[in-house]
């Protein structure tokens, strides 16, 4: 541990989910004495109509 | 919050997902007094042979 | 399945876990055909400070 | 309950699953006395792009 | 990873953690070649009062 | 959405979480684009006995 999970609506490039790990295992690291070798990230990344916000689904088309 | 998954095996429709989120955050605001702006509902559909009861995968074919 | 878990901030009366749970459950049978009896529903009620919006810990007592 | 989620990066086959859901579905009878039908078990696959470990996505192909 | 998270209405003992833990190592490792020290693995222990099946809440005492 | 959840064993003092959730949140917005009032974040703390690597528990005391 930690065990991140990040989801999201949408799709994230390779390149995003990469800045983004790399950013979130510092952060663990620095602020919460977690050794960078035992941060786990997974990104789940939803179709928006499987997102609701207000009881209402995200983008009305995909 | 709240944040609400529901994890299922199969698909729903758009039709569907979209009443269930609308009856989800009705049900959280009226019983539980959570403004519905911030109710989060995330579908997950798994195919069938990703879910197993009394530890048989369900469904013989997709 | 299905499998719903519901993740709030604070906490919820017995009573109205018990309301939610069942609302909840007629819904994924009325509306998404799931017998009653394969929906589980967790709750999972955290303490404020464990949950932030926009940067923010909820509450800055608890 | 119990409900398990297993997470992992690739794939595995429907042997795999199936021989794992019968281990774990077992397991939790065995030594934490769960009625096997009361045992789910949700796998979820993901892509080798979406796993960080140490800040780092694995695979840098899929 | 992987990631295997074991949800329960209840508790278990440490020494029951302790044997579900290795025999789910063990099978990831056997049957989907996971080195075993890539597997997490965490227990939620939810009050019977968290879980609902059928609409109903576990347990009418705790 | 986003929604994280980091999952750790062992606590997180109120001040860690705090500037934990303000650099992911800031992540997200920097290198996802979603907008900081979107973004949920759960803590949650594992007692170190609930968390298992290469199928041993953390800890042997708690």
Chains 1, 2, 3, 4, 5, 6 share one sequence.
Do not use: C
Not at 26 to 47: G, N
């Amino acid at each position: 541990m930690p065990y991140v999970n990040i989801r999201i609506a949408g799709t994230l490039s390779r390149e995003q989910k990469k800045q983004i790990a790399q950013e979130i295992t510092d952060t663990l690291e620095r602020v919460a004495h977690k050794p960078k070798s035992y941060t786990y990230i997974a990104f789940d990344e939803l179709p928006h109509e499987s997102w609701a916000i207000a009881g209402t689904l995200l983008g009305d088309e995909d």
